[in-house]
């Protein structure tokens, strides 16, 4: 079946510091994979994807790269700011786009100054 | 354009009540989602609309839960009567197509005593 594994959290860093959120996944098929967003008080968002091996996603210097050999899909900022302070989520859908949505359990990430 | 709305934001009730749950997706978005996001877990999908027909209900625990989707734009989700592991935030989301990227609500906080 499909699953989603997650670097447990609650991750604390430094503003400028460098982070990376390791995310892991099982899947039939070759599915797109996803990080999602929610700032506090907010719902998810969706902060970047990929939908096939070798791809990149980049969003307000965030980067994932899909690995299909270590079936992986990390985050990682080159430099963190305290408006980042969020919880990530990792997910996978098995179709082209963003259909059904299997999640990771969430990273809390606190930035602070 | 308008986001997902959904109301109400919190909800207390006791066990063996029932309570609703209302979702106005983004104009014109054809597909619409409930998910379930028990505190530390991701979200789990519990229904798929694709305008007014039912797409996937699998996960959804038909003896107490049911949702509709009249005219294929708002939604509603009731619990019936609700326990206290029905406790949990309930997220919709729409998407302008089966395969679009989805746009979450800020969900409904639910809280079974």
Redesign the interface.
């Known amino acids: 079946g499909n699953s989603?594994t997650?670097m447990e959290g609650p991750v604390t860093l430094s503003e400028e510091a460098f982070l990376t959120i390791n995310c892991t996944y099982t899947a039939t098929g070759y599915p797109s994979l996803f990080w999602?967003v929610q700032y506090p008080?907010?719902?998810?968002?969706?902060l970047l994807?990929a939908t096939k091996a070798d791809d990149k996603g980049s969003n307000k210097g965030f980067e994932a790269t899909y690995r299909k050999e270590t079936t992986s899909f990390h985050l990682e900022k080159g430099s963190v700011q305290v408006s980042d302070s969020a919880v990530y989520?990792c997910?996978l859908s098995e179709?082209?786009?963003?259909?059904?949505?299997?999640?990771?359990?969430?990273t809390r990430l606190t930035v602070i100054p | 354009e308008a986001?997902?709305a959904q109301s109400p934001r919190y909800k207390i009730i006791e066990k063996r009540q029932s309570v609703a749950f209302w979702c106005n997706p983004i104009s014109g978005h054809a597909t619409l989602?409930w998910y379930q996001q028990i505190l530390?877990?991701?979200?789990?999908?519990l229904i798929?609309f694709q305008n007014n027909g039912v797409v996937?209900d699998s996960q959804l625990p038909k003896d107490r839960f049911s949702a509709e989707r009249l005219k294929g734009v708002d939604s509603t989700l009731k619990i019936q009567p609700a326990k206290l592991e029905d406790s949990a935030v309930y997220?919709c989301?729409s998407?302008l197509?089966?395969?679009?990227?989805?746009h979450?609500?800020?969900?409904t906080r639910l809280t079974v005593t």
């Open positions: 989603v997650q999602y008080g907010e719902g998810l968002q969706l994807k989520f997910a179709a082209t786009g963003a259909n059904n949505l299997f999640f990771g359990t969430g | 986001g997902v989602y530390g877990q991701g979200p789990k999908l798929q996937d997220l989301a998407s197509e089966y395969n679009s990227p989805l979450f609500g800020n969900g």
